[in-house]
C-alpha cells in the first residue's frame, strides 16, 4: 500500500494502517496458506514479538543484528529484542520446547515482524512473514517437499506465472575449495559472480576460472541447466550438491510435471545462513514472493545443529500477485426490521449492516452504506 | 498456557511460545470471531505495531502510557511506541484516514498488543486483542449491536455460560453532581463504591448517600435491577443514562430473550474512559472475557470527537472457556505412494504426513508421527 500524505504525516516511514479491503485480503490468504501447510501436517506455533536479545540475535539469528529493534526489560532488567525474523525463534522452539518430539518435526508459522530499516526494494519496516520449517531431515525427499508445498500454497491462494528457481549458495565455495582456491580469492570470486561479471571471473578464478564461467553460462532453465551441470568435472564436495539438486529435480518433476523451474549454479546473495539446496518463489507479476532452503536449526555451521529445511513468504509482496476474493453482498436491514430477519440473511451468506435510526428512503440510505441491497418487506432488492 | 521451567529460562516473564495445538485453536477462534464481526458489516483494518509516541499516548491512549514500551526512530529521530491497546489505533484511522467514509463506520480487528508488566489477573505481557468499534452513531441501537455482535461471536465460537454485566460508569458521578457535592467527595465515595463499603458510602455521601446505597443493592440481574432503579428520584443528568439502560436493555430482551444479564449501577472500575453505556462479558467457566462501551473517538471529553462505542476481547481468557475443534485425521502417506494419492487424501478431508524414506513398519512409523492412520496399498487403514 504506498503511503498517502496523511499516513506519512501520522505514521513513521515504512510502517502502514492497512485498511479494510486490503486488511481482509492479507487476512484470508495468509490463513488460506496456513491451511494448506496444515493440510500436510505442519502445526503452528507463535512465537512471541519480543525475547532475550542474546536468545533472538544468538545463531543464524545473528544476521539481523542491525535491523533488530532493542527494548529494556525492567522486569529482568536485560535487554529484549522485537523480532525482525520469524525463521530462528522455530528453530529455537524446535530444538528446546519441542526437541522431544519425533522428527521430522513440522511447523508452520505466520506473524508481524518489524525492522529498523527498510530497504529500497521493500520500503515496509513491518511486514507479515507466513512460512514453515522441517526440521530433523536430511532427505532429498524433504527439499522436495517444501518446494511443492510452497508451490501447492500459492496456487491455492491463486498467485499465477508461478515459477521457482533452485540454487546451491554452497556449490561455489565447494568447488573454489576443492580446487585450492584461498578463502580472499574465493570472496572476491563471490564479487565477481553476484555482478555477472563473466570477464572478473575469469581473471580471478584461477584454476576454477573455467568450471565457474561454465557454471554462469548454464543456469537458467531447469532441464537444460542440468544437461549442462551433469557434464562439468566436479570435485568431491560440490558432487554432493549436483547429486542433491539433480535428486530434488526429479521429485519434483514426478509431483508437478508443468512446474516452471529454473537453476542458478551460482546463486548466493540473500543464501548467506543457507547449507544446502534452497529456491526463491517468483511470480511474473510481482517479482519475488519469497525464499527457503537448508541450514542447520538450533546451531551455526554444517556439522552441528539439526539438519533443517523451510520457507518463508513475504505477505506484502505476495498480495500484489494474488485477486482479492469477490466479497459478498452487503444487505441494508432498515430500522425495525429485527435481529431475527438479519440473522437468516447471514444465514444465507450476507453480510447485513444495521440502520440504527428510521430513515426516509431505505435504498438511498444502503447507498450511503456501500450496501448493493436493502431489505423491503421479506425481499432484498437491488439498490436502484 | 502455563510457562514450564524451560520457557521460563528462555523467554522474558510474561512472554510464551504458543504452541501446536493451542496455536491453532487462538487462529480458529480469531477467524471465527472476525468472521462474524465481518457479517456484520464490520470492515477488518490493521494498524502498525508501532506509532509515534505522541500519537499513539493522547486522548484516550494515555491511560496506557505507563505500559507501553518506547522504542528510538532512527529515521525520523522522533519516539515511537509499541501499542499496549488497539483501541486508540482505531479510533485514530476512524478519525484520520477514514474521517470522510460514511457514518457509522463499522470497522474490526485482531492484533498483538505489548505491556510493560503483567497484572496479577492477567500474568501475560503480550497477547491478542480482538474487537469492533462502531463509530458516529449516537442511538441505544448502537448500544445494543455492538453487545449482541460480542453474544453471537463468543456463541459461535463455543463460550458457554455467557452472561453480559451492563453499567454506566458515568451515572454515579452526575447523581453526585447533580445533588451538589464536590470533586473530592465524589472520588472518595468511588472508593468506597469500588469497594462496596455501604458503611463509606453512608458516611461520605451526604445528600447523595441514600441514592447510591439504593444503587448498591439493586444491582444484579438486570430485571430486578431495573425495576428498583426505576422507582427512584434521579437528578437531571442521571436521567439521561437511566433511560440509555432502559432502551438498551429493551432492545436486548428483544433479539435474545434468554440472555442472561446482570446490571451493576455503581461499577466504574476499568472503565474510566468510557462515556457511557458500558459492559463486561463473562463466562462462567473462565471469567472475564471482554469488555466495551461508549468513549469518544479521536479526542477525549464528552462533546468532543465522535461518539464511538465498542469491545475488545482478550484471546488468552477467553480460550479456556471454548473447547478446541476435533483436528482432522493424520495418514501417514508411506515414501513412494506418490503426490497425487496424497493429494487426494486430503482433497477428501485428511491431513498427509509424507514418508520422506523407506521404513519397514509403515504402521509403526505412522504411530511415532502421531498419525492414526496409514495408506496401505490405496486404503486408508486406522493404526495399530
Not at 122 to 141: C, M, N, S
Request: charged letters at 20%; proline letters at 6%; aromatic letters at 4%.
Amino acid at each position: 500500500m504506498p503511503a498517502d500524505a496523511l499516513s506519512s504525516a501520522l505514521l513513521p516511514a515504512g510502517l502502514h494502517d492497512v485498511l479494510p479491503s486490503e486488511a481482509a485480503h492479507e487476512a484470508a490468504a495468509v490463513e488460506r496458506l496456513l491451511a494448506e501447510f496444515a493440510a500436510q501436517g505442519y502445526r503452528r506455533v507463535d512465537p512471541p514479538l519480543v525475547e532475550f536479545e542474546e536468545n533472538l540475535l544468538s545463531g543464524p539469528g545473528a544476521a539481523m543484528s542491525k535491523q533488530t529493534f532493542r527494548l529494556m526489560d525492567p522486569h529482568s532488567q536485560r535487554m529484549m529484542a522485537v523480532r525482525a525474523d520469524i525463521t530462528p525463534q522455530i528453530a529455537r522452539i524446535a530444538t528446546t520446547r519441542l526437541k522431544n518430539e519425533a522428527r521430522p518435526l513440522r511447523l508452520c508459522y505466520a506473524g508481524q515482524v518489524l525492522r529498523v530499516k527498510g530497504s529500497q526494494l521493500r520500503p515496509e519496516r513491518q511486514f507479515t512473514q507466513v512460512g514453515v520449517e522441517l526440521i530433523g531431515a536430511l532427505e532429498a525427499e524433504a527439499d522436495a517437499e517444501v518446494v511443492l508445498l510452497a508451490v501447492q500454497a500459492l496456487t491455492a491462494i491463486g498467485v499465477p506465472h508461478l515459477s521457482v528457481d533452485l540454487c546451491v549458495p554452497t556449490m561455489v565455495s565447494r568447488i573454489c575449495a576443492g580446487l585450492g582456491l584461498g578463502e580472499e580469492e574465493i570472496r572476491q570470486l563471490r564479487g565477481a559472480l553476484d555482478r555477472k561479471d563473466a570477464a572478473a571471473v575469469a581473471a580471478v578464478g584461477g584454476p576454477a576460472a573455467t568450471l565457474l564461467e561454465s557454471l554462469m553460462s548454464a543456469s537458467g532453465p531447469a532441464d537444460r541447466a542440468m544437461q549442462a551441470l551433469a557434464a562439468l568435472p566436479l570435485p568431491e564436495g560440490a558432487e554432493k550438491d549436483r547429486r542433491r539438486l539433480t535428486d530434488t529435480l526429479a521429485l519434483l518433476r514426478a509431483a508437478m510435471p508443468d512446474l516452471t523451474v529454473t537453476v542458478d549454479l551460482v546463486e548466493h546473495r540473500g543464501f548467506e545462513y543457507q547449507t544446502g539446496l534452497s529456491f526463491t518463489l517468483f511470480s511474473r507479476a510481482a517479482g519475488e514472493l519469497g525464499q527457503g532452503g537448508r541450514y542447520r536449526a538450533g546451531a551455526q555451521g554444517e556439522d552441528r545443529g539439526e539438519p533443517a529445511t523451510g520457507f518463508t513468504l513475504y505477505m506484502d509482496t505476495l498480495l500484489r500477485a494474488v485477486p482479492a476474493a469477490k466479497a459478498p453482498g452487503r444487505v441494508y436491514v432498515p430500522h425495525g426490521s429485527g435481529w431475527e430477519s438479519a440473522r437468516r440473511l447471514r444465514a444465507e451468506g450476507w453480510v447485513t449492516v444495521a440502520g440504527l435510526a428510521p430513515v426516509g428512503d431505505a435504498a438511498a440510505e444502503a447507498k450511503r452504506l456501500q450496501c448493493g441491497h436493502w431489505l423491503a418487506g421479506g425481499d432484498v432488492k437491488p439498490v436502484g
